[in-house]
């Protein structure tokens, strides 16, 4: 979900975010859904890490936000956070593997909006490593969305919405979330369209200003998509919220136009939900 270039790590191409917004560019090096996999028999891990930047949100938790967790062969163990009012800078912290000694696969969950310059992974001087065992399905499902697919507001890393898809189907994921800044911009579609995947998920009604700038590019950026990927699963979603206004219903119908559209052009592989079923 993400790599390391030029002393930071990124989650879109640093060539492509600035064609998209200044928000994106910001946002292109936040670390969601970022994992580190591997096996070992360490009795601890150890996580050092430097931030070159720790957005402040309010409404959550500093874990989710520049915390870490980490898994033991699929289960939660513990969380890594740094401590309370711990800004930027240097950030260390160790925590047992726990259970039966013997090699596990470690899966290490990275702060959803901190971005990172510097992670260091510390291991028992004695102790084996090796590669995680590969993803059951190897191409990344790619979601592109607002706030919401960036993380908000999951009390940890590991427990945003792709992160427990992930684990259930055992696949790779990509978190194209910009929280406030999904708007289905033409270079964001492209860069999208570009990319190796399973299946493409996007949801980015909470973050088109208006019903016009939605209907302008969300079947813009499903054709875009279609067309370098004939038989790619593309998931649509609307906001998950009751349509208890006109303008709701109205975003909900462009939406489920594009869904409407592709059927009738004998599209097998694309699906709606209503995201105000989401809660029945």
């Known amino acids: 979900g993400v790599w390391y270039e030029d002393g930071k790590f990124y989650r879109v191409d640093k060539n492509v975010a600035p064609l998209v917004s200044p928000s994106v560019v910001q946002k292109s090096t936040q670390t969601a859904g970022?994992?580190?996999?591997?096996?070992?028999?360490?009795?601890?891990?150890?996580?050092?890490?430097?931030?070159?930047?720790?957005?402040?949100?309010?409404?959550?938790?500093?874990?989710?936000?520049?915390?870490?967790?980490?898994?033991?062969?699929?289960?939660?163990?513990?969380?890594?956070?740094?401590?309370?009012?711990?800004?930027?800078?240097?950030?260390?912290?160790?925590?047992?593997?726990?259970g039966e000694g013997g090699e596990h696969e470690i899966t290490i969950n990275m702060p959803l909006y901190a971005g990172i310059t510097?992670?260091?992974?510390?291991?028992?001087?004695?102790?084996?490593?090796?590669?995680?065992e590969p993803y059951k399905i190897s191409k990344p499902v790619v979601f592109y969305g607002s706030s919401i697919t960036n993380g908000a507001c999951a009390s940890r890393p590991g427990m945003t919405y792709e992160s427990i898809i992930s684990r259930r189907l055992n696949c790779d994921f990509h978190n194209l979330g910009f929280g406030g800044s999904a708007r289905g911009e033409s270079a964001m579609a492209d860069y999208i369209a570009g990319m190796e995947m399973s299946a493409f998920v996007y949801d980015y009604d909470h973050n088109a200003p208006s019903v016009e700038h939605l209907?302008?590019?969300?079947?813009?950026?499903?054709?875009?998509?279609?067309?370098?990927?004939?038989?790619?699963?593309?998931?649509?979603?609307?906001?998950?919220?009751?349509?208890?206004?006109?303008?709701?219903?109205?975003?909900?119908?462009?939406?489920?136009?594009?869904?409407?559209?592709?059927?009738?052009?004998?599209?097998?592989?694309?699906?709606?939900i209503n995201g105000s079923t989401l809660f029945d």
């Open 34 to 98: 970022g994992r580190i996999r591997f096996k070992t028999d360490s009795p601890y891990i150890a996580i050092k890490a430097v931030f070159h930047n720790t957005e402040v949100v309010t409404i959550m938790a500093d874990v989710a936000v520049k915390g870490f967790d980490f898994y033991v062969d699929g289960v939660f163990v513990r969380s890594f956070s740094p401590a309370p009012g711990q800004g930027d800078g240097d950030f260390e912290s160790i925590r047992e593997v726990g």
């Open 118 to 132: 510097e992670l260091y992974i510390g291991l028992d001087e004695k102790a084996s490593l090796s590669a995680a």
């Open 215 to 272: 209907a302008n590019t969300h079947e813009a950026m499903f054709m875009k998509v279609r067309e370098k990927h004939p038989t790619l699963p593309i998931i649509m979603l609307s906001r998950p919220q009751d349509l208890n206004r006109e303008a709701l219903k109205a975003r909900f119908e462009v939406v489920k136009a594009t869904y409407d559209n592709a059927k009738a052009r004998g599209d097998e592989n694309v699906y709606l």
